[in-house]
Nanobody, 115 residues
Framework: QVQLVESGGGLVQPGGSLRLSCVGSGFTFAIYTMGWYRQAPGQERELVANIDVNRRTSIDDSVKGRFFIVRDNVRKTVFLEMNSLKSEDTAIYYC?????????WGQGTQVTVSS
């Protein structure tokens, strides 16, 4: 059974930092492109960042220079380091694993940036 379990979300003040983690199980983690998406209220889900099997990353312009994605294939974990957080970063963040037509999602973790 494929599982992606996110953690690390919460409430943070503007300018603060959070690190999201996503642990995968039930599939061969190392051969999947891993990504983080987010969905704000009333908005469509959007790609924030992903990292492929060769550790090449793709980062959305809105978070470039502030967010970083890292994968640890031994621990089957992908991290999203989020710095200089802004109110517009408030959303549910979802972990994603994709390989060809196979795609899996986590349940999401809430990130709220507010003073």
């Amino acid at each position: 059974q494929v599982q992606l379990v996110e953690s690390g979300g919460g409430l943070v003040q503007p300018g603060g930092s959070l690190r999201l983690s996503c642990v995968g199980s039930g599939f061969t983690f190392a051969i999947y492109t891993m990504g983080w998406y987010r969905q704000a209220p009333g908005q469509e889900r959007e790609l924030v960042a992903n990292i492929d099997v060769n550790r090449r990353t793709s980062i959305d312009d809105s978070v470039k220079g502030r967010f970083f994605i890292v994968r640890d294939n031994v621990r089957k974990t992908v991290f999203l380091e989020m710095n200089s957080l802004k109110s517009e970063d408030t959303a549910i963040y979802y972990c994603n694993a994709k390989r060809g037509e196979a795609e899996h999602w986590g349940q999401g973790t809430q990130v709220t940036v507010s003073s």
